[in-house]
């Protein structure tokens, strides 16, 4: 049975759940959207939900932020498909949304009120676009990349152990 993933803003204008088969909090993105928009250590961590189990309240402070893409891998600028949803009272982010995979929905670890499990490696993603001023911890059997890796959250989670059925 998937975990129920129990989130909220500061405010708690927004509340919502989610049920996770992939509540492990793994993936360190240090690219300039993630970090700009919620990452103050110089990353953000995104999980994965089932977007049919997502129960919002609070739907009226929600606002959506589209983020424009221009940088090596888009030369020209784009308007990105994820939709990162954030409260409009307080300005706290709180999930993705991309409708190129309807069946998904990615909570940021940072808005889950529930306890997570400890992932016992990372993925350090985007670095080639991380600020200057980050230091990425890196730690034994820690895995990074430049860009993207090949490995989705599922995979990661069935290759450790740590998917929950």
Request: aromatic residues 10%; negative net charge; glycine residues 8%.
């Amino acid at each position: 049975m998937p975990v129920l993933l129990k989130g909220s803003c500061r405010c708690n204008a927004v509340r919502f759940e989610v049920e996770s088969h992939t509540p492990v909090p793994f993936m360190l993105c240090y690219c300039s959207i993630c970090r700009k928009q919620q990452g103050g250590g110089g990353f953000a961590i995104n999980l994965g939900a089932d977007y049919e189990t997502l129960n919002i309240r609070g739907k009226t402070s929600l606002g959506v932020y589209r983020a424009e893409i221009e940088d090596d891998e888009h030369p020209h600028c784009e308007v990105s498909t994820g939709e990162r949803n954030f409260c409009k009272k307080c300005g706290s982010a709180l999930w993705l949304y991309d409708p190129t995979w309807p069946e998904l929905v990615h909570p940021f670890a940072s808005a889950i009120d529930s306890d997570l499990p400890k992932p016992p490696e990372k993925v350090h993603l985007m670095l080639k676009y991380k600020a200057n001023w980050v230091e990425p911890d890196v730690g034994k059997g820690d895995k990074t990349f430049d860009v993207y890796p090949e490995e989705s959250i599922a995979d990661w989670h069935k290759r450790t152990g740590m998917w929950v059925k």
